[in-house]
Structure formats: structure tokens, C-alpha cells
């Protein structure tokens, strides 16, 4: 394949020119260096180098103006804009910001397409007002509406208060500097001694541009090489040869002189495969599955990954196969998407906050941070998991800076750079960012050569805070920490981390802007969807469509004829193209295939290969562990069983064997997470301390109505006491908690007033136990070792001489859920009679204490049901617990625990339900 630029370096040798004098001048510098080499290729012996430049440097040397950044433009605008502006209209520069970046844009394309500033000005303020007309008449206008209009009629005053500012400094922004270049255009031919400039590649073009160009061109100064296939120029309505079609009709250059040139390479045979492929991460997949394809069978030399969602570079790279070796990245990493930025975007957020204490969960954020927690290591222990470890334990939803230093007064240091508060002053903000950067640089070097990427991260973004600090040293309008964070975005999404490579080796991997006069044999092109490639419609500016039609300015016409004309310049050249689309509909990132693809598809030029493609799914069949019961588990059930097992112990290894080996085996605890909403066990535990406090003073006594009475005034009391206690430093006065809270008062009140109900019915109540702690042994036929069965009983009481077991739950509970109907399920259906179990394993070892006397029975308070009152178990519709029912319960128990110690049976996972 011969490639664009080795055509025009072989057509300028065909002329004689001496290639040293000439001045190239390219779309983007990175052209530049695929230029050199092919001079390298195609010019025989040693020769200097010509000049290689990119439009934009080209058009910075015509002019007398220097390119100023953006961050600095914005603070020259508000500049000019608090000059112009009266005192009273005058907007903060947060304010400001805000609106400014648009006006820039439309200030910027109003000089590269060399408009008459005051004209188009003008015009928008008379819109206005004419849309306004019956505001804009009235006598007693609102300071809203003068403010507005006024707003319109000051904008060709911001233009000229800002671009005289910046002319008066030689500095300028594109548009200012592209005006400027024209003006001193002729002051620039008068210099070119010798010299031919010569334009490549070019397509669209602005106003500024074509006047320079056709002025070179006209005074012989200069050649210009267009790229476009025939296909397109005489389609006349292909997007694709748009630019070059008007081109070529409206300058007077082409009238006399051919254009250079319309190439037939579209046409040729080749292989284009659309690919459509679910979400991002489904193209990046498949794109690195497609990659070690092509490296068996033909290699990656002439190969280039084109990204049009160039968010996609990290995911590409880490989908990459590991048999590619050479890989050059054109694009760089943008600094928002290093890790390192999440730590700073975490610290701007908390510092501008204007609460005194920090929300826990960012706390830890921060001190989890890759960055972070190794500045606490100290020998074994880290300070920053013991910090953590405190805030979970206390259950602290917000901590003061102070708060935190006293849990590691040791690390006050780090602690003070990450949570001393910044008290809305910029300037102690970037020093403690900057002295982080050193303490994290500082642990860094420690490892240097394992480190290096890191310190790379550190050393860019210590170049943003001090790019900062010599703002806030130059202007005095960064005074608060959300403007500070503003600019901080600002600078880290336009700054780059770029990739180190060889550029003209191995795969390429660019964005669309990236290809531009580049050739390649084999193409992958991703995201090719609709809102991606292209981009669509989007109107970021102040000024109308129909007003910029009407000033020859670009709309998203025109942006989406540029990038059709990139997408089919990728395919001029090339053999093998895939293109590959996102099939899944996503409102922000595109779900329809693009109509580039479309486009393909009705011109039957190509025979194309559409394919939809999945990621291989293989059946998931669902495998039970299994963990086979070894000697240690054998001996630690045995230490479990001297203590004794708890029904609800039990029950956990009825549900689940496994969770039973994680926790009573393994001694794995749940994580214990800060409770920011007062969990269900919590107002459980709650629930049952209060009545627990209430009630015990009066075991042994018979309840009256008196004693009930007083106990309703302990309410609150109790209630806040044990919230205090569980919950800890949890707050318990707002929103869900506090409602949470008075739940809980309301479950513990309604008990009672069931209490005085019963009482008032003239049934008798007397408390024989609260709270009793039980451990019973377990006769189990064929264990040689004590086996106990353990517990502790909400409540035992009389009533009316029947003894009630009563167990407390604060969850809902039916009736229906306390029935026996086959004795066999009991130890194996766990949802319908985990509840039956417990109320008669309490039974059991109350029966064993005291053989019973007289009817027992035993049944469960429901907080969630309590109108069923105390809703008794049940065998066979007979709520009675007699002997015979105690025996049918033990055979069922001795079976559980015989499984349990049965080392044939191991702990097997159940499918929970």
C-alpha cells in the first residue's frame, strides 16, 4: 500500500523541488513524524530536514500573538468583564465560570471565521429584545429583565474589553490569533525568501485558514494536497467531499490550477465487517479477542485501533492480549482518569463542605486510598485500618478533624494534611495537597523502580497545584474552595498523561482526530454509533442556529460532515476494516448503530460482513460446596457441644450447613459495618433489653395493673438508654432513625397496653422468669461425649396456671407459622418450622430444670402482630406441650446432632430460598 503522504512526497521529487526548503504544514503534529519517515524512505542520502508543522503552530507564526491557556484565558476574561460590567450586575467568579467557557467558544469561532464581531453582536441583542418586546417596553422593568437585557447588549463590549487585554499582553486565543494571523498576512509573504509552504492533508477548513492559503497559493508561495477519493468528490451529497466540493467551486485558485487529488483507492476490494457488540466493555473484549487473531496470521505492523469513544483507551488496554508486543498509544490518559485524582476530588469535596465534622464513609475512602493507607504502615499494624476499625465499632456517622486525630494521635501529620480544615482559603488547600504529594513520594521512593508509574501520577499532579498556585499568586479571584475546585477540574480534564512509545512500530492505537493523513492496512474502528460517530447535534453556545447560518458559521452540520469525511478517509486505503458498534440501547453514549454504517450498507460499494456477536455464556450449573468434616471440625463441634448448642444454632445449620462450618467452625464473623439506619437486629436487641429491664424486677410476682402502669412512664427512659448503648454514636433525633426510635417506644408501649388489657380482664399473670439463661444435656445415643443444649428465654410466665414459654420476635409472625404437622420435617424444613424448633428446644430444657406440673404451653409476641396477642405452637391444632411432645422433639433433636458429629456427612451448601 502506498500511503497518502508517500504519494506527495514522490509527486514534489517528480517537480524538482528541494525538499529542505520546503515548509510542510500538517492537521496535527503527529502526522509530522509519519512525514519524516516516509522522507527518510523516499529521499536518498543525507539532507536536512524541512520544516513540519502543524496548522495551528503555522498560523501562531503569522501572527504577532503567543497561544494563551485556557485556565489564564478565563481569568483575562472576568478581567475585562468586571471593567465593563457595573458594580451592581457584577457576578462572583463562580458565577461566572459558569457561562464564560460558552461565550469563549462562540468569541473563538466568531474570529476564525473572521465575522464582524460587532455585526453579530448586535444582531443577538435586537433579538432579544425583540423577543422580549413586551418586557424591554415596559416603564417599570424587574432587575430580572434589565439585568437580562442588558446581559445581550454588553456582549460585543466583553469581545472588545477581552481582546484588547490580550493583544495588549501579545497573547490570544485561537480565534484572536487566527484574526490576527490574516491582518499580518501580507507582512508574511513579504518575508518568504525561497521557501514553498506546502499543505497536506487538509479537509475542513475555517475562514481564516482559506484566506491565508488562497493567498499563498495565489502569490505561488505554496501547494496544497487534498486527500479525497473520487466516490465522494462526485457524490454530490456525500458529506464526506463536502468541504473540498466548496472548495474547489468557490476559490478562485481552482479556476486555473488542477486540485491535488482526487484518488480511486475507495473503490478497491476490500474486507469490511460490522460487528455489532453489547456494551463498552463487550467492544474492548472483543477488539483484544480480534487482535491476537490478526497477530497469528498476519501481524500487527500496518494495524490501527481507532477509538471514537476514547474513554475506552483503559479498558482496551487492559483487554489487550499479552502475544502483543509493540504498541504505540497517540492519545494521551487524561488525568481525571488516573487514580490519583479520585483521592484529590475526595478531599476538594469534604473541604468544601460547610458541616464541621466529615460523613464517615469519606473518611474512609480516604484513608482506604491506595495513595493513603500506606503512610499509616507501621511494622505490623496500620493506623488507618485501626481508625476505621473504631469508626465501625462506635458506629460514628460524622467525626471532626479533631475526632480522627485522636484515634492515631501518632500519624497527626497526615492526619492534618488530609483533615485540617482549608477555612475557604485556596492557597491551604494546594500546600496540604502539595506536601501529600511529598509524603506519598516519600513512600514511593522507598521501591523506586517498582513505582515508577505512581511517582509519574504524583509528579503530574504536583505540576496542576503548582500551575494553581501561580494563578491564585497573579489574581485574586480564587477565594473560596469550590472556585479552587473549579479550576482543578478545569486543568486535570484538559491535561494528558502521555504514553511513551514507538510511534512507527507495532499497533497504533489513536483517536478519529488522531488519524487524520494517516494510512493503514488493517483499520478497527469502535463505537461507531449514533451520538459517538458522530456526534450529533448539541448546541453549547449562545448563538442561534439560523443566526449562524446566516454568518457562514459551523453547526453540527458541519461537525458531522468532518468526521463522516475522517470515517471514510480510515477506509480509503485500507484492506481489512472492522467496524464495530455498541448494540445496546444507552441514552448518554449511543445505543444505535451509527448512519455511517447504514450509509455503507445502501451504497453497495463493498460487500460487507454484518455480524452481532455475544459473549459466550456457558451454562452456569449451580455446585453445592461441600466441606468435608475433617478431625479439627470434628473436635472443635465437640468444644461447641461442651458449651452447649443454641436453638438458634441449630436452626442456622438446618438453613444452612455451610454458613454453620463459616461461623461456629470457622469462627467467621459477619462484617460489622457503621449502621447509619437503625438495623432490624438492632431495634430488635433494643426491644428486648427494654422489656427485659421493665420486667425483671417483678419475677416471682404477679403482675397488676399498677405495676404496668408505672413501667409505660420507663419507656422513653429505657429506650434511649439501650439506643445509646447498641447504636452508639449513631443519631437517633432525625429523619428514618428518629422514626425508628419512636417505633421502637410504640412496639414496647403497645406491649404493655396488651399487658393491662389481659390484666383488666381479670386473668392472671404471674412472671416466673426473664431473661433465664438454660443449658440442658443431651442424651444422644451413640456419642460418648457430653452433648448440651443451650439458651436464654425471652419470658416464662403463668397465666391463669398455665405455663407460657414466650419467645419475642420483631419481625412479623403468623399463626400459622407456629404448626406441626410432620414430625419428620422438623429438622429439615427450615422456613416452615425454624420457629416451632426454638420454642421447643426452650421447652425442653425448661422441662429438664423442673419437670412440669401442669399445662405448659409456648408461643411467641410478635412486635409487628401483637392484636394475635401471644400466638401459641401447635401439634396437630393441640397447643398442650405434653411428655409426648417433648419425646417426638428429642428424637427429631438427637437426629440433628447425630448429623452433625456424622463425619460421613459433610457440611453441604443449600440453595437458599
Not at 453582536?121 to 415596559?138: M, P, Q, R, T, V
Not at 466529615?358 to 486510598?369: G, Q, R, T
Request: include cysteine; hydrophobic fraction near 40%; charged fraction near 20%.
Amino acid at each position: 500500500m502506498i500511503s497518502f503522504l508517500e504519494d506527495v512526497i514522490i509527486d514534489l521529487k517528480k517537480q524538482g523541488l528541494n525538499i529542505p526548503d520546503l515548509t510542510f504544514v500538517l492537521p496535527s503534529k503527529r502526522a509530522g513524524i509519519f512525514l519524516k519517515h516516509t522522507l527518510h524512505k523516499h529521499v536518498e542520502g543525507a539532507f536536512f530536514s524541512p520544516e513540519i508543522t502543524s496548522i495551528e503552530s503555522f498560523i501562531e507564526s503569522l501572527s504577532t500573538l503567543e497561544y494563551i491557556s485556557n485556565t489564564e484565558l478565563f481569568f483575562e476574561f472576568y478581567e475585562a468583564y468586571l471593567k465593563v460590567t457595573p458594580k451592581e450586575q457584577i457576578e462572583p467568579f463562580d458565577s461566572f465560570y459558569k457561562w464564560a467557557q460558552r461565550l469563549l467558544q462562540d468569541f473563538n469561532e466568531i474570529d476564525r471565521y473572521l465575522v464582524p464581531p460587532d455585526k453579530i453582536f448586535n444582531y443577538l441583542s435586537a433579538i432579544k429584545e425583540i423577543e422580549l418586546d413586551h418586557w424591554s417596553l415596559e416603564e417599570n422593568q424587574t432587575p430580572y429583565i434589565k439585568n437580562y437585557l442588558d446581559f445581550w447588549s454588553r456582549l460585543g463590549s466583553y469581545y472588545h474589553a477581552l481582546t484588547n487585554r490580550l493583544t495588549a499582553k501579545q497573547k490570544g486565543y485561537q480565534g484572536l490569533v487566527y484574526r490576527q494571523a490574516v491582518n499580518n498576512l501580507e507582512h508574511y509573504i513579504a518575508t518568504l525568501k525561497g521557501k514553498t509552504i506546502v499543505f497536506v492533508g487538509f479537509n475542513a477548513l475555517n475562514k481564516a485558514e482559506e484566506l491565508i492559503i488562497q493567498e499563498l497559493l495565489q502569490q505561488d508561495l505554496a501547494q496544497i494536497y487534498w486527500d479525497l477519493d473520487q466516490h465522494f468528490f462526485t457524490d454530490t451529497i456525500h458529506d464526506a467531499g463536502h468541504f473540498i466540493r466548496t472548495h474547489t467551486n468557490t476559490w478562485p485558485y481552482f479556476k486555473n490550477n488542477p486540485l491535488n487529488w482526487i484518488s480511486n483507492h475507495y473503490s478497491s476490494p476490500k474486507q469490511i465487517q460490522i460487528t455489532g457488540v453489547p456494551k463498552n466493555v463487550g467492544q474492548v473484549k472483543y477488539i483484544g479477542t480480534l487482535l491476537d487473531e490478526l497477530n497469528l496470521k498476519q501481524g500487527l505492523k500496518n494495524t490501527a485501533v481507532v477509538l471514537g469513544n476514547e474513554s475506552l483507551l483503559i479498558p482496551l488496554l487492559n483487554a489487550l492480549p499479552k502475544t502483543i508486543n509493540g504498541i504505540n498509544i497517540t492519545m494521551g490518559l487524561p488525568l481525571v482518569q488516573i487514580p490519583l485524582a479520585s483521592l484529590f476530588e475526595k478531599l476538594f469535596s469534604i473541604h468544601k463542605s460547610t458541616s464541621k465534622a466529615f460523613y464517615y464513609k469519606d473518611v474512609v475512602a480516604i484513608l482506604s486510598h491506595e495513595y493513603i493507607r500506606p503512610l499509616f504502615q507501621k511494622n505490623d499494624t496500620n493506623a488507618a485500618d485501626n481508625i476505621i476499625e473504631q469508626i465501625q465499632q462506635n458506629n460514628i456517622i460524622s467525626i471532626t478533624r479533631d475526632e480522627v486525630t485522636a484515634l492515631a494521635p501518632e500519624n497527626e501529620t497526615i492526619l492534618g494534611l488530609l483533615f485540617k480544615p482549608w477555612n475557604e482559603t485556596p492557597l491551604v488547600g494546594l500546600q496540604n495537597c502539595k506536601a501529600l504529594i511529598q509524603e506519598a513520594k516519600r513512600h514511593l521512593n522507598k521501591n523506586k523502580s517498582k513505582n515508577l508509574l505512581q511517582l509519574e501520577y504524583l509528579y503530574r499532579f504536583n505540576e496542576i497545584f503548582n500551575s494553581l498556585e501561580t494563578l491564585i499568586g497573579k489574581h485574586d479571584h480564587i477565594q473560596s474552595t469550590q472556585t479552587l475546585h473549579s479550576m482543578y477540574k478545569e486543568l486535570i480534564k484538559q491535561d494528558t498523561l502521555d504514553f511513551q512509545g514507538e510511534p512507527l512500530q507495532g499497533l497504533q492505537i489513536m483517536g478519529m482526530l488522531e488519524s487524520r493523513v494517516l494510512d493503514f492496512e488493517t483499520v478497527i474502528i469502535a463505537s461507531v454509533n449514533e451520538g459517538i460517530l458522530p456526534a450529533g447535534k448539541s448546541q453549547n453556545s449562545f448563538i442561534p442556529f439560523d443566526v449562524k447560518i446566516e454568518n457562514n458559521l459551523p453547526t453540527y452540520k458541519e461537525k458531522d460532515a468532518v468526521y463522516t469525511y475522517h470515517f471514510y478517509r480510515l477506509l480509503q486505503r485500507a484492506k481489512q476494516v472492522y467496524i464495530l458498534y455498541n448494540t445496546e440501547p444507552d441514552v448518554l453514549n449511543g445505543g444505535e448503530k451509527s448512519r455511517f454504517i447504514t450509509q455503507l450498507d445502501i451504497e453497495k460499494v463493498h460487500e460487507l460482513n454484518v455480524q452481532t456477536v455475544t459473549p459466550v455464556v456457558p451454562p452456569i450449573k449451580e455446585h453445592l460446596i461441600e466441606v468435608a468434616k475433617h478431625q479439627t471440625a470434628l473436635s472443635r463441634l465437640k468444644e461447641i457441644a461442651q458449651r452447649g448448642f443454641s436453638p438458634s444454632s441449630l436452626t442456622n445449620y438446618m438453613r444452612n450447613p455451610l454458613d454453620f462450618y463459616a461461623q461456629k467452625i470457622l469462627s467467621i464473623k459477619a462484617y460489622d459495618d457503621v449502621e447509619e439506619t437503625v438495623a432490624a437486629n438492632t431495634l430488635g436487641t433494643v426491644l428486648h433489653n427494654t422489656l427485659e429491664k421493665l420486667y425483671k424486677p417483678f419475677e416471682g410476682a404477679f403482675l397488676s395493673e399498677k405495676m404496668v402502669l408505672d413501667m409505660t412512664s420507663k419507656i422513653d427512659h429505657l429506650v434511649q438508654q439501650e439506643f445509646k448503648e447498641l447504636f452508639k454514636k449513631g443519631n437517633t433525633s432525625t429523619g428514618k432513625n428518629l422514626i425508628i426510635f419512636e417505633i421502637a417506644k410504640r412496639y414496647v408501649y403497645n406491649v404493655l397496653k396488651e399487658e393491662i388489657a389481659c390484666l383488666k380482664e381479670g386473668h392472671q399473670i404471674k412472671i416466673i422468669a426473664i431473661e433465664q439463661e438454660l443449658k440442658t444435656p443431651i442424651n444422644v445415643p451413640g456419642l460418648d461425649f457430653p452433648v448440651f443444649l443451650t439458651g436464654k428465654v425471652d419470658r416464662v410466665d403463668e397465666f391463669n396456671g398455665t405455663l407460657r414459654i414466650i419467645d419475642y420476635k420483631s419481625g412479623k409472625v403468623e399463626p400459622g407459622q407456629l404448626k406441626i404437622n410432620h414430625w419428620e420435617e422438623l429438622t429439615t424444613d427450615y422456613n416452615k418450622y425454624s420457629k416451632p424448633f426454638q420454642l421447643l428446644a426452650y421447652a425442653f430444657m425448661i422441662a429438664a430444670e423442673t419437670p412440669f406440673s401442669g399445662p405448659v404451653t409456648a408461643g411467641i409476641i410478635s412486635f409487628k402482630n401483637l392484636s394475635k396477642g401471644v400466638m401459641a405452637f401447635q401439634d396437630n391444632k393441640d397447643p398442650l406441650i405434653t411428655q409426648a411432645t417433648l419425646q417426638a422433639f428429642e428424637e427429631q433433636l438427637n437426629t440433628l446432632i447425630l448429623e452433625l458429629f456424622d463425619p460421613n456427612i459433610p457440611f453441604k451448601e443449600k440453595p437458599i430460598t
